[in-house]
Nanobody, 126 residues
Framework: QVQLVESGGGLVQAGGSLRLSCAAS????????MAWFRQGPGKQREFVAA???????YYADSVKGRFTISRDNAKNTVYLQMNSLKPEDTAVYYC????????????????????WGQGTQVTVSS
């Protein structure tokens, strides 16, 4: 069993930056596929970024070039560095971890993730 706890959200002006953290406990996630999803008010939960244990990284087109996902295995923490934030980025951001073999994983699909954090609110004002 693992627990995921997000932090780092808050209110920021458009063009600003935030770094989200997802701390895992109970098990090291070096063997996990890690991802960030987000959900705005009245919206579907959508894929943001994912990092495979191989180091291969995937980004949604909407955040590519602005967001960076990274992992610190020693700290059991995954990060999402968000730069050049836009009001459209306003959402609750969720950390997710999946244990499926990489050959069976499509990282953009919600169903492949086994654990989810509670979420952290990011609000970008214009």
């Amino acid at each position: 069993q693992v627990q995921l706890v997000e932090s780092g959200g808050g209110l920021v002006q458009a063009g600003g930056s935030l770094r989200l953290s997802c701390a895992a406990s109970g098990r090291t996630f070096s063997s996990f596929t890690m991802a960030w999803f987000r959900q705005g008010p009245g919206k579907q939960r959508e894929f943001v970024a994912a990092l495979r244990r191989s180091g291969f990284i995937y980004y949604a087109d909407s955040v590519k070039g602005r967001f960076t996902i990274s992992r610190d295995n020693a700290k059991n923490t995954v990060y999402l560095q968000m730069n050049s934030l836009k009001p459209e980025d306003t959402a609750v951001y969720y950390c997710a971890a999946g244990l499926r073999p990489e050959t069976q994983v499509i990282v953009t699909m919600i169903g492949i993730y086994d654990y989810w954090g509670q979420g952290t609110q990011v609000t970008v004002s214009s």
